[in-house]
């Protein structure tokens, strides 16, 4: 998104930046040499009082020259929808793919449109995922049904497992691809998440944005401004839980999800927009209201042809599978073929026999319903996974397994929800700084607090060293205490990570330009404040501050770049720690250098660790608490967490959801809630 003009900008600011630099530093050698023959005069102060006004002066000239280059809002805005059509298919690719359990073989779904009473969009009768037809009845390809649609607003309805969020991906990552510039990008949004009493549809988007895909909040605010933002609403039916084991049909969040909707317009137009539900849900829903000028489609059951085409293409060994397949070919009515009829069921089996095993023993079951087959799977589905998946730290079935059934405690606490009633509301994301509870809140809180004080407290046998120690160690115990307490205050709060704090980081050139700019801004403001503290002594104090202050503009501004991380739940602990950091380094320094200059090396060492890391840890208090959660449960999960979780990525048990991790499938979860240890597989 930068251009000539922009890099041109930057010379000039890297110019002028280090030409304030070089000012900077000749005063300062003129300060400290007037100080060694005598001290200052009153022409000097004078002097050197006029010159931080001047960088300043300098500085926000600089900035001004900026504004030009910017161009048209709507323009840029079209730049930047590019940029995050490139982040959204290189997220959603992967998520597709792990849906597809690791493969790139997948199930031409047929959907049929859904008769509607009011308002409905105006569709064709059917469609498949990828375009099929014989003669002259061609079906259309999802992406070629989405467009015919008017107004463009599709809602994506099916049973558990009939492949809805699979559907909505494809859909997504085709219009990425045959996106022309001016399209809207396609963002899909959990719908589990949407504060409906505070949010609007508008607010959602720019939250996803910004928590998912880490873009600066007024720059995600002028993509949905501009209209850029196509919302792939997935999982209406988690928004309000059961009624006794039926949805409910008042469902206050899903309405007011429905009543959002309807309000949501470009201009004239209803606003385009894809929603995914399950079938049960939407129907009860539409008792009272559905979403208005909308095309529904429901997804059909895979059949039998097209099953055996599926299993077929994932199998390494057809032989392996010839029973199987002549048993369907055979009884394409039958009980084992109805119950493989869904995406979810077909993909399992693939996963469980794709290496070894015999598909024919599915033929034996004693009780050959959904539930028997569900139950026989996924009792095979981790030991399977483990042996197709690369797997170096030697992580075994029976920790996977209850390893990730702890985790679910922290979605369902009570376990009443099981596989086959749990279609109404319930946590699906799991994101680390949100996991302490899981451990006992008292247990991490104390644990946080205790941490918190070790580590402020740290420092104090260097006072110890110095003539000083008894006044100086009284100073340094009270200005602890006060760290700690702010910090045992903080630990009995909910940490957030700071929205959008710090990306990967610039050029050298554009480091080194910024570094220039902030330290000609810092130091003259170090100076100010040293001058107010005394002509000699004042400026000794604040020639450190100063540093400190144009370090720390450098580290908060400059290491950052313009969108194109997509941050994940374990990048964002990290990115909290490098906050605290990056918040306690100069503070450690500025104390550290004026309390060493007045008191001693190991004085200002003692103050300048302990402010610095109080500093620190009331900024990064979400990774601080992550860190004392995991202590607290070491015999429950593994220590390095976030590792073990992108690797169940990898292998297809778990999945991405913007910052949060999710269970490849809601009947897995269910599945692992109900069972603490891996059920004997005989």
């Known amino acids: 998104m930068v251009g000539l003009g922009g890099r041109r900008l930057r010379r000039k600011w890297l110019l002028i930046g280090a030409l304030c630099a070089l000012a900077v530093v000749v005063s300062t050698a003129y300060v400290v040499r007037a100080i060694v023959r005598g001290g200052l005069q009153s022409t000097d102060i004078v002097s050197l009082l006029g010159l931080p006004l001047g960088v300043m002066g300098i500085v926000l000239a600089v900035v001004a020259l900026r504004k030009p280059v910017e161009g048209n809002d ?17 997220g959603e690719s992967a998520v597709w793919r792990q849906l597809l359990g690791d493969d790139v073989r997948r199930i031409n779904l047929t959907y049929v449109l859904h008769p509607t009473m009011v308002r409905p969009a105006a569709a064709p009768a059917a469609g498949r995922l990828a375009a099929e037809g014989t003669g002259s009845v061609t079906l259309p390809d999802i992406v070629t049904y989405y467009r015919s649609t008017r107004p463009l607003r599709l809602v994506v309805t099916g049973a558990a497992g009939a492949g809805k969020t699979v559907l909505a991906l494809e859909l997504l990552l085709a219009l990425i691809q045959g996106r022309n510039e001016g399209d809207p990008v396609p963002v899909r949004i959990p719908l589990s998440r949407w504060d409906t009493e505070r949010q609007s549809l508008p607010d959602l988007l720019q939250q996803r944005l910004v928590e998912a895909y880490d873009w600066p909040p007024d720059l995600a605010a002028g993509l949905v401004r501009h209209h850029l933002v196509l919302p792939v609403l997935d999982g209406l039916d988690e928004m309000d839980p059961l009624v006794n084991g039926s949805p409910d049909p008042a469902a206050p969040r899903a309405t007011a999800v429905v009543r959002a909707l309807n309000a949501y317009q470009h201009g004239r137009d209803a606003g385009p927009l894809i929603l995914t539900c399950r079938t049960l849900h939407y129907d009860a829903l539409t008792l009272h209201t559905g979403v208005l000028d909308a095309a529904r489609i ?166 110890w060293t110095t003539p000083q120690r008894l006044t100086v160690g009284f100073v340094f115990v009270i200005s602890a205490i006060a760290v700690v307490s702010g910090a045992l205050a903080i630990a009995t709060g909910s940490p957030r990570i700071p929205v959008s704090p710090f990306r990967t980081p610039k050029s050298g050139w554009e480091l080194a330009s910024e570094l220039a700019g902030w330290l000609a801004l810092g130091i003259p403001v170090g100076f100010m404040l040293g001058l107010v503290g005394g002509p000699t002594f004042g400026l000794v104090v604040g020639i450190p501050v100063g540093l400190a202050i144009g370090l720390a503009a450098w580290l908060a501004a400059g290491l950052t770049q313009k969108p194109g991380v997509n941050l994940g739940s374990r990048a964002a602990i990290k990115i909290d720690a490098l906050v605290g950091l990056v918040v306690g380094i100069p503070v450690a320094l500025a104390i550290g250098l004026a309390a060493g200059l007045m008191y001693g090396l190991a004085v200002g060492l003692a103050f300048g660790l302990s402010i610095g890391l109080g500093f620190a840890i009331a900024v990064a208090e979400a990774s601080q608490r992550y860190v004392a959660f995991l202590l607290c449960s070491r015999r429950r999960l593994p220590f390095r967490l976030g590792l073990f979780l992108d690797w169940a990525i990898t292998v297809g048990l778990m999945r991405y959801s913007g910052p949060a991790y999710q269970y490849r499938h809601r009947e897995l979860q269910h599945w692992l809630r109900q069972h603490p240890q891996p059920p004997s597989m005989s």
């Not at 709507?74 to 290189?90: C, D, K, N």
């Not at 030991?383 to 405690?409: F, M, S």
């Open 74 to 90: 709507a323009e840029l805005a079209q730049g930047w929808a590019a940029t995050l059509a490139g982040q959204v298919e290189r």
């Open 298 to 463: 429901a997804i059909a059951p895979v059949g039998t042809a097209d099953a055996r085409t599926y299993l077929t293409d994932r199998a390494l060994n057809t032989a392996r599978w010839q029973s199987l397949l002549d048993h369907l070919a055979a009884h394409p009515g039958g009980i084992l073929a109805t119950v493989l009829s869904t995406p979810w069921r077909l993909c399992l089996t693939a996963t469980v026999y794709h290496h070894d095993g015999d598909p024919g023993e599915l033929l034996t079951l004693p009780d050959a319903d959904a539930d028997a087959l569900d139950r026989y799977l996924l009792t095979r589905y981790i030991p399977a996974v483990i042996r197709i998946a690369p797997n170096l730290r030697g992580y075994t079935p029976q920790d996977v397994h209850c390893w990730l059934h702890h985790l679910t405690t922290h979605l369902d606490p009570t376990g009443t929800l099981s596989a086959t009633t749990a279609q109404g509301t319930e946590t699906t994301d799991l994101v680390l700084h949100e996991l302490w509870p899981l451990a006992g809140r008292t247990r991490v809180r104390a644990t946080n607090a205790l941490l918190a004080t070790l580590t402020v407290l740290a420092p104090l046998p260097l006072i």
